[in-house]
């Protein structure tokens, strides 16, 4: 991503600490505010099952400071949060089938360490700026398209509930405590250092990756659209978010390019790769329950409020992706 001499001018030399920072869009956020001048913190667990992997931050050991800890270790919250400037919060459990199978897990981490971190600031750092990390997710089955914002909220697995409380508390601890957060609802995310051992981040992932071992792709149902944004376009939301005073206690879309159905976008990927197959199979049972069918964000509201718009399209996308993990796959399985 280009880097901004206005963005520059808000986090050089500020302290800004990331949560999940050794995750996917976690460091590439990272990698950007660090490249701005930023002096950075981060915050992972490095749990198996999530996203963290020392990898996405090769080449930065000695600019970063790297924190192993979970935030649902709550007495290590004060120390963290204490003395930063900027809090990006994207620490969270994505599977929507691990939620079901363990809701549990998904509550405390996507909605009991969210209180507990918006307590710590409260307590001990009530100046820091909020930008958290929500999800499309927690709109569920759409009944119009596209998304917006004023679209019900009616989440058809256990990770959506949880996550709509996450960024609850984070509009009422800006509301009454004067937290200042912005929550940025992501749509499919996609670009360098996604996960792609599993489909527990993005199904993408999977693809690519099987793509690059000579697999075929698996694509369910593959009539259903998605819109896809690239990381790059992600990270210059969330600096936009926390950089501008408008965003404050506010709620935005992001989205993407055109929507793709599935069974295009396995088209478009394997004529990228110059190689491979796929199979449309029917959605097997336990996932259609909480497939949400069609889905693709209205994102005009951040555009006329903050300026933002995905500016890189699905195939370059794609492309580069793909690029990164011809180099990277061995790192990542």
Known sequence: MPVSTNFRRVFSGRRVLVTGGLGF???????????????????????????GN????AGLASRVTVHIADVRDWPRLPRLVAGQDFLFNLAGQTSHMDSMT???????????????ILEACRLHNPGVRIVFASTRQIYGKPDYLPVDERHPLRPVDVNGINKIAGESFHLLYSRVYGIA???LRLTNTIGPRMRVKDARQTFVGVWIRRLLEGL?????GGEQLRDFTFVDDAVEAFLLAAARSEAVGQVFNLGGPPPISLQRLAELLVELNG??????????????????GDYYADDRLIGRKLGWKPRTDLRSALTQTLAYYRK??????
């Open 328 to 333: 990277e796959l061995p790192h990542y399985l």
């Open 54 to 57: 020392r990898r996405n931050l």
């Open 216 to 220: 075929p792709i698996e694509v369910w």
């Open 275 to 292: 190689a491979g197959d796929f199979t449309v199979r029917d959605f097997p049972r336990e996932r259609q329950k909480i497939d949400i």
């Open 25 to 51: 869009i976690g460091s590439n956020l990272v990698r950007t505010l660090v490249a701005l001048g930023a002096r950075v913190s981060v915050v992972d667990s490095l749990v198996p099952e999530y996203g």
């Open 102 to 116: 363990d809701p549990q897990t998904d509550l405390d981490i996507n909605c009991r360490a969210q209180l507990a």
């Open 181 to 183: 957060s912005t929550a």
